[in-house]
């Protein structure tokens, strides 16, 4: 199969061969693995029972996908990514935005990714073998985790969409033979280790857990599902079906696996760590498949991380070609991956990341659909391409190509988020309005949505020019 050679340029539609059973396969098949996995973990180490860690998980889970599902649509319509698509709400310079937001959460989710599989590899290849979990053990499991990764991320879409379908069906077995393998020790209570609720009270700590376990799973898809829609062509599968199977894929592709984590942490008693106590707990007749589970699963995931990562770079540079672009930022996430077995937490490091990029990516999402909703889902896609053409001018070119009144809604909404978000090792000063609660991510999408419809509805009754209004206007009328 060749080398995908699109970046972030508009599909042809006769390339757009890819339909809503695809992007079924890929939101499934690629989240069947421990990096997902591991986020059912965090309720019970949180100090939550069983019944209060699922609830957590489903209700972040329903209502991040509610969110997050209608971003599909969007390059659905534009037949490019969702980072250059955002150009006709920031701005075909301000699109940058979108390009950062989606390089930070795909290289924190594909570090995690090979993190924990490789962790999980060294545990099970010790047991079975004996061989030593040291320092050369992780630095050789990490490397063939992240070589895997990159020869399916640089291969591109058609690889990976065939990746993903052969693991939809393999990792859901591996999966079925892991509750058999676990569930002679499954208990109910919660973990005595985990030293009680995290935040000091039951509700507090079921939010907590609720965004950084639920809801951050389809946040992370905010700037990732367009690579897949893109390939989709509304000529031959309405917006409904697309939806719908969006709404389908985010919810098995992150339920299945979550729930999976939550009902191995009980089964094996993984209060403080996840990865060691899981392959001890592990029956001998499970170690293989587990092994299976580690290196499949986190290389079929962290691949359309990768490549994900590779479109925004490629986005932010366009003179560098996408292959390259995904080998540069290959180079990072394994860089990240080190730095994170030796020097952090896996519960600290993992509760702040999602909840650090849940706060400042939540408004760029608001604002994106903002916009869809606005242009009736109508876009001028060459002009949105101006940017990666070196070139000036079009109707998202607004103020040297950046939309001030989109930019700086998203800016305030990231930072009232980031003010009121709750880390192991930080708390916002705007906790104490809700009452110790974290809230980043409602107030952050609240504050950057509202913002930006006062802001451009007061430009429109200035009649000014460059609104949103007058570009989905003279794009409907060019439709």
């Known amino acids: 199969m060749p080398i995908e050679q699109r970046g972030v340029d508009t599909i042809p539609d006769e390339e757009r061969t890819s339909g809503p059973r695809d992007l079924v396969s890929i939101l499934l098949g690629s989240n069947l693995c421990l990096g997902v996995i591991i986020f059912g973990w965090l309720p019970p180490s949180f100090g939550l029972g069983w019944w209060a860690s699922v609830s957590s998980v489903v209700v972040g889970t329903l209502v991040g996908t509610a969110l997050t599902a209608p971003l599909a649509l969007v390059s659905l319509r534009t037949a490019t990514n969702l980072s250059t698509s955002s150009g006709a709400q920031f701005g ?24 924990i599989g490789g962790d999980v590899m060294v545990g099970v290849l010790h047991r079975l073998f004996g061989m030593s979990a040291s320092g050369t053990a992780y630095t050789l499991v990490y490397g063939l985790l992240a070589a895997a990764t990159v020869a399916g991320a640089v291969y591109g879409y058609r690889v990976l969409l065939a990746m993903s379908r052969a693991l939809a069906i393999v990792m859901t077995a591996l999966l079925v033979l892991g509750v058999i393998a676990y569930a002679p020790h499954f208990t109910t209570a919660a973990l005595p280790e985990a030293g ?37 062509s509304p000529a031959r599968h309405t917006s409904r079906r697309v939806l719908h199977a969006t709404w389908l894929g985010l919810i098995l592709g992150l339920l299945v696996p979550q729930l999976f984590g939550t009902f191995t942490a009980y089964a094996a008693g993984a209060a403080l760590d996840y990865a060691g106590p899981l392959v001890d707990a592990s029956p001998g007749w499970y170690l293989v498949p587990l092994l299976l589970s580690a290196s499949a699963g986190s290389a079929g995931n962290a691949g359309l991380m990768l490549y994900s990562m590779g479109l925004d770079l490629d986005a932010i540079l366009p003179r560098a070609s996408r292959a390259r672009a995904t080998v540069t930022v290959a180079v990072v996430a394994t860089a990240c991956v080190f730095i994170g077995h030796f020097a952090w937490n896996a519960q600290s490091a993992m509760t702040s990341f999602v909840l650090l990029l849940t706060a400042i990516g939540t408004p760029w999402a608001v604002i994106t659909l903002i ?3 606005r242009s009736g889902g109508h876009y001028d896609s060459d002009a949105l391409q101006v940017f990666n053409r070196r070139a000036r001018g079009g109707i998202y070119w607004y103020r040297a190509g950046w939309n001030v009144a989109a930019t700086v809604s998203w800016a305030l909404g990231a930072a009232v988020g980031l003010l009121a978000v ?31 419809l006062l802001w451009t ?12 209004e007058s570009t989905a206007a003279l794009v409907s009328s060019e439709a």
């Open 196 to 232: 009680g609720y995290l935040l000091g009270g039951f509700w507090p700590t079921w939010l907590l857990a609720t965004v950084a376990a639920g809801l951050s799973g389809p946040i992370a898809f905010i700037t990732l599902l367009g690579d897949y829609t893109r390939y989709i």
């Open 457 to 468: 509805a007061r430009a429109a009754n200035g009649g000014a020019a460059a609104d949103e």
């Open 371 to 373: 916009g869809f909703v």
């Open 92 to 115: 075909v310079r301000g699109r940058l935005v979108g390009s950062v937001v989606g390089l930070l959460l795909a290289l924190g989710y594909t570090a995690l990714t090979v993190w």
């Open 422 to 452: 709750s880390l192991p090792s930080y708390e916002g000063p705007l906790l104490s309005l809700t009452g110790g609660v974290d809230c980043s991510f409602l107030l952050s999408g609240l504050v950057g949505g509202a913002v930006y």
